[in-house]
């Protein structure tokens, strides 16, 4: 279920999504929502959120992992490339959960600002993490990791709003020169 609800708030936001609607996408049984989730739709999105920056920052890692050459711009490349992929395949529909939920409710709950805000941390401390690894001086690299999914955030946002590919296409392509030069 908090796949689900992490799936369909990146589609629908917070406030689009309900949790019959969750149960159903997820195929579970009515009772569960209830039984694993007693704090209602609040709880099920905070762990959705969790969800959501937890499979960042495993896919940053993994991307890191696979690169044969490792550099800023490079991961950065993969980073953006996952969503480049995403669109061409699958459509516009599908945003950043974490964005969404921003955009939608961090103003109106407390508990789910700090859940989205926990998110981003979750997936900017590994981004910082791979960047040390290449060379990134560490007073620079939560700074960098942070203008790193800041500008991807915003390229997936543009993208999105206008069904083209080209803000993806220039944020890794103005970045990565900046990226790799930070390498001490």
């Known amino acids: 279920m908090v796949f689900s609800a992490a799936q369909l708030i990146r589609v629908q936001g917070v406030s689009g999504t309900g949790m019959r609607e969750v149960v159903e996408h997820a195929e579970a049984p009515r009772g569960s929502l209830q039984h694993y989730f007693p704090?209602?739709?609040?709880?099920?999105?905070?762990?959705?959120?969790?969800?959501?920056?937890?499979?960042?920052?495993?896919?940053?890692?993994?991307?890191?992992a696979s690169l044969e050459e490792p550099s800023p711009g490079k991961?950065?490349?993969?980073?953006v490339g996952q969503w480049r992929d995403e669109f061409t395949k699958l459509g516009y529909a599908g945003g950043c959960p974490l964005v969404a939920t921003t955009a939608d409710t961090a103003?109106?709950?407390?508990?789910?600002?700090?859940?989205?805000?926990?998110?981003?941390?979750?997936?900017?401390?590994?981004?910082?993490?791979?960047?040390?690894?290449m060379g990134v001086p560490p007073e620079?690299?939560?700074?960098?990791?942070?203008?790193?999914?800041?500008?991807?955030e915003g390229a997936i946002?543009?993208?999105?709003?206008?069904?083209?590919?080209?803000?993806?296409?220039?944020?890794?392509?103005e970045l990565a020169p900046l990226l790799d030069a930070a390498v001490a």
């Open 39 to 64: 704090g209602g739709k609040e709880q099920l999105v905070d762990e959705a959120l969790a969800w959501a920056g937890a499979y960042a920052a495993r896919r940053v890692r993994r991307y890191a």
């Open 75 to 79: 991961l950065y490349a993969a980073m």
């Open 107 to 133: 103003a109106a709950s407390e508990r789910l600002r700090a859940a989205v805000s926990a998110a981003f941390e979750a997936w900017q401390e590994p981004v910082a993490e791979e960047l040390r690894r």
């Open 140 to 152: 620079r690299s939560l700074s960098l990791a942070l203008l790193m999914i800041s500008s991807l």
């Open 157 to 173: 946002v543009l993208a999105r709003a206008h069904h083209d590919l080209a803000p993806l296409d220039a944020v890794a392509g």
